[in-house]
Nanobody
Framework: QVQLVESGGGLVQPGGSLGLSCTAS????????MGWYRQAPGEQRELVAT???????NYADSVKGRFTISRGNGKNTVYLQMNSLKPEDTAVYYC????????????WGQGTQVTVSS
């Protein structure tokens, strides 16, 4: 059974920084892409950033230059460093992984709340 466990959410003031991490565990054979999505109240879930096994990254225009996604050395962990946070970054952030365990499938973490407010 595959699990994605996130940590690092919380409350931060505008202009502040916050880091998220997510570790995938279970009978994983290979991880192709990991990433972060977010969903604000009343909004659809949207892509924040993704990173492939080879290190190629993709960012939403709204976070380019402020957020940085990276993978751990073991490749089963993904990080999101968020700087210059804005109130509009407030959302539940979900970790996502496209991986091969018994078969290839997409998995989601349980979500972690990020609130940017003074």
């Amino acid at each position: 059974q595959v699990q994605l466990v996130e940590s690092g959410g919380g409350l931060v003031q505008p202009g502040g920084s916050l880091g998220l991490s997510c570790t995938a565990s279970g009978s994983i054979i290979s991880i192709y892409t990991m990433g972060w999505y977010r969903q604000a109240p009343g909004e659809q879930r949207e892509l924040v950033a993704t990173i492939t096994g080879g290190g190629s990254t993709n960012y939403a225009d709204s976070v380019k230059g402020r957020f940085t996604i990276s993978r751990g050395n073991g490749k089963n962990t993904v990080y999101l460093q968020m700087n210059s946070l804005k109130p509009e970054d407030t959302a539940v952030y979900y970790c996502h992984a496209d991986l091969f365990a018994i078969y290839r499938a997409a998995y989601w973490g349980q979500g972690t709340q990020v609130t940017v407010s003074s």
